[in-house]
């Protein structure tokens, strides 16, 4: 990922943060087929003092058998984005010299691969997942809930996929490179919009622009 220095995000907390806020991503492979991506939600976990990913696949996608355990992987979690139109920009009513461009936050983890087959790490793996997502509803579902027979033959269908962390980088493009009056004007342009995905993309710059 091409990250020019004033988009750099060396905040390690903060990438792991927007894991745990946008945790579906795109788990990109290597196989003798070509290049491959799977989309997944993944969650982090702190194992034996060092990250891990942990997802799982169907059994019906071929990927636990045609990628090795111990491939290199790449994950790209993707946090709000928006495009950013001249018309945010006071400096544009001053002299006119804008163009658009897109702003987004963006989190590439490379790792080690290795596949769950085991039930009772599959089962971890899916609770967990579970967990974090119903948390936030108002009678929060458990796999317990369901009948036990009925989850391990479930169990039987997928694969877990844990990646071994090697990297993690971020990219936060959130119009750094403007005047402080410009920023201020994206941010107001994007809150005023109502949509989640552009308030939330607001809510970042403002907390940027507040560090810086």
Do not use: C
């Amino acid at each position: 990922m091409y990250i020019p220095k004033h988009f750099q995000e060396l905040n390690k907390d903060k990438l792991i943060e927007l894991i745990g806020q946008y945790p579906f991503a795109s788990l990109i492979t290597h196989t003798a087929s070509g290049i491959e991506v799977n989309h997944l939600p993944f969650y982090l976990q702190k194992k034996e003092g060092e990250s891990a990913l942990f997802s799982h696949i169907a059994k019906a996608n071929p990927l636990w058998k045609t990628v090795p355990a111990g491939a290199e992987i790449l994950i790209v979690f993707n946090g709000p984005n928006a495009y950013i139109s001249p018309n945010y920009y006071p400096s544009k009513q001053e002299h006119g010299r804008a163009v658009p461009t897109w702003n987004y936050v963006a989190v590439h983890v490379k790792g080690t691969i290795k596949f769950l087959h085991n039930n009772e790490n599959k089962l971890a793996v899916v609770s967990a997942l579970t967990n974090l997502q119903e948390a936030h509803q108002p009678t929060p579902w458990s796999v317990s809930d369901a009948p036990s027979m009925y989850i391990e033959k479930m169990l039987s269908a997928i694969v877990g996929v844990e990646v071994e962390i090697t990297s993690i980088t971020g990219k936060w493009k959130v119009s750094q490179n403007q005047s402080l009056e410009n920023q201020q004007g994206v941010i107001n342009g994007l809150a005023t919009s109502g949509e989640m995905p552009l308030t939330d993309l607001a809510s970042i710059m403002t907390e940027a622009i507040s560090i810086d």
